[in-house]
């Protein structure tokens, strides 16, 4: 069983319309589905990526309006690491960050800031052979857009129980540096373990959810198996109608979760739309009046475009 590097990565915000700004406007990124959290639908889960809403460059957030500043500990990812092309890319990006008003810091081979609630983010220049992973945007070249997940830091609460789930049971290779890559046939990925600071992580705005390692759903089955015996204990397979799902947590305390490519969010309509209007899954949709009634509007960040 192959995992497929990096699927999504799913955060938390605590307002949604600056929320859109950041990711669509200035980090360029394609608003790619407005829905709701399905274990929760009185609040948005935001999707962000490419133009095709491609496994490998979705960020998503669940938004609980108001919510507290989070704060990264043991069991949580801390940083989301971004590919660019080039060093031209990276000093693109350090003068639009800074004249947005984001403090960067910039090393020779990297570019780091924290979006407006805190969550770290990193750009770095990619040697990976995958596709690059673009989103149209008319303030940011093509050459220097974002291209998709590298990989993600993060706090273990374990670091040898986290090693030992890499290696032996998701097939990733460790390096000297506290880093595992997960490399399938399409697209890789990586996580790499930092010292967890003394303070206890606090899950709220700002902060990682969870993350997303991409399977099929021909291997799912024999995932939820897999983890039963070597005493994992899993969610089974979680129909999220754009894909399926099977959630775990390993022994560092970070939440994973094993998702399909299939079918897609093109499955509620064509590439075109996406983003323009909110979506449900077939079994919220007697709900859309209330669901709707209870969300902050959100226009399509791109409408705006053509004037």
């Known amino acids: 069983m192959q995992l497929e590097g990096i699927h999504h990565i799913t955060a938390i915000t605590g ?22 959290n399905q274990d929760d639908p009185s609040v948005y889960h935001l999707f962000y990526g490419d133009e095709q809403a491609s496994p490998g460059a979705d960020l998503t957030f669940f938004e609980y309006p108001h919510a507290a500043p989070g704060r990264a500990g043991a069991g949580m990812v801390h940083q989301i690491v971004w590919r660019v092309a080039s060093g031209d890319a990276l000093d693109f990006w350090a003068r639009r960050l800074t004249a947005d008003g984001v403090a960067v810091e910039r090393t020779e081979d990297s570019l780091r800031f924290a979006d407006f609630e805190g969550l770290g983010h990193e750009l770095v220049v990619s040697t990976a052979p995958d596709a690059a992973l673009v989103a149209e945007h008319p303030e940011v070249p093509a050459e220097l857009a974002l ?16 090693a030992v789930v890499l290696e032996r049971l998701m097939g990733a290779v460790g390096n000297d540096e506290d880093t595992w890559e997960v490399r399938g046939e399409k697209r890789g990925g990586w996580i790499a373990f930092d010292p967890a600071p003394a303070e206890p992580g606090r899950q ?3 902060t990682v959810h969870h993350i997303a390692w991409g399977t099929t759903d021909a291997d799912q089955p024999t995932w939820v198996k897999t983890l039963e015996e070597v005493g994992l204990h899993s969610s089974g397979i979680v129909d999220r109608h754009y894909f399926h799902s099977v959630y775990f947590r390993e ?3 970070i939440l994973y979760e094993l998702a399909t490519e299939e079918p897609g969010f093109t499955v509620d309509g064509p590439v075109q739309e996406l983003g323009r209007k909110i979506i449900l899954p077939p079994w919220l949709e007697k709900e859309r009046e ?7 509007p959100l226009p399509d960040p791109r409408a705006a475009w053509a004037t």
């Open 15 to 36: 307002d949604a319309p600056r929320n859109v700004d950041f990711y669509a406007r200035l980090l360029g990124l394609r608003l790619t589905a407005k829905t709701v």
């Open 147 to 162: 291209q998709g997940f590298e990989g993600v830091r993060a706090y273990t609460g374990h670091p040898e129980g986290s």
């Open 204 to 206: 709220s705005a700002g």
């Open 251 to 253: 022994p560092g305390g």
């Open 290 to 296: 209330a669901i709707e009634a209870r969300l902050t």
